[in-house]
């Protein structure tokens, strides 16, 4: 059965702080690895990952995957409060074309 | 562009009754997917369909739920008769073609309250 695991399953920092979070999966078919930010109820899209060690930054957010070890990093540099969220992990898979989301990682970001 | 409508926003029913959710996807965008989000978990895809016909239905509790895509745009979930444990977060999205066909982008989700 396809599975998608992440960790910390929560997280309380400080603002300024740099935080990591992990990814990892075991899924056939692999296609594709998001990312995405849920703040309420509509999660948002943060980043695709299909290549192994290519780096995907967008602000103090970056990404990058490892196909090898099944595994993708989120690292938000200088942290905010607007950056506490639930950060959830996905993957896409070529049958069906659809996604196997992780429970997420809920990060609390404290002023 | 709009992006995906749904509605209602909330909902509190009884045990046993029925409800019915409904979604409008990006306008063009051939797949669409019902997720259902329980408190603390990750969304699980209950239903993907590509224009109006049926992809993945494997995780749909098909003796309660239901889900249709006539023409091909708006889709309609329904639950009938619902229990405590269909208390969650009901999430659409859609997906369209080509390169951005692996992203999905979401609506902001009906949350469901069963008493």
């Known amino acids: 059965e396809d599975k998608v695991v992440q960790s910390p399953l929560s997280l309380v920092v400080h603002e300024g702080d740099t935080v990591t979070l992990n990814c990892s999966y075991e899924v056939t078919n692999f296609r594709s690895l998001l990312w995405y930010k849920q703040e309420k109820k509509a999660p948002t899209f943060l980043f695709m990952l299909t290549s192994s060690g290519i780096e995907k930054k967008s602000g103090r957010l970056s990404s990058i995957l490892d196909k090898k070890e099944l595994f993708s990093i989120l690292n938000i540099t200088a942290t905010q409060t607007g950056d506490s969220a639930i950060y959830l992990c996905?993957?896409?898979?070529?049958?069906?074309?659809?996604?196997?989301f992780g429970p997420g990682t809920r990060l609390s970001v404290l002023p | 562009e709009a992006g995906v409508a749904q509605s209602p926003r909330y909902k509190i029913i009884e045990k046993r009754q029925s409800v019915a959710f409904w979604c409008n996807p990006i306008?063009?965008?051939?797949?669409l997917y019902w997720y259902q989000q329980i408190l603390g978990q990750g969304p699980k895809l209950l239903i993907q369909f590509q224009n109006n016909g049926v992809v993945d239905d494997s995780q749909l509790p098909k003796d309660r739920f239901s889900a249709e895509r006539l023409k091909g745009v708006d889709s309609t979930l329904k639950i009938q008769p619902a229990k405590l444990e269909d208390s969650a977060v009901y999430l659409c999205?859609?997906?369209?073609?080509?390169?951005?066909?692996?992203?999905?982008?979401f609506g902001q989700g009906t949350r469901l309250t069963v008493v």
């Open positions: 999205a859609s997906s369209g073609k080509g390169p951005r066909r692996a992203e999905a982008f």
């Open positions: 306008s063009g965008h051939a797949t």
């Open positions: 996905a993957v896409g898979r070529n049958y069906g074309q659809n996604f196997v």
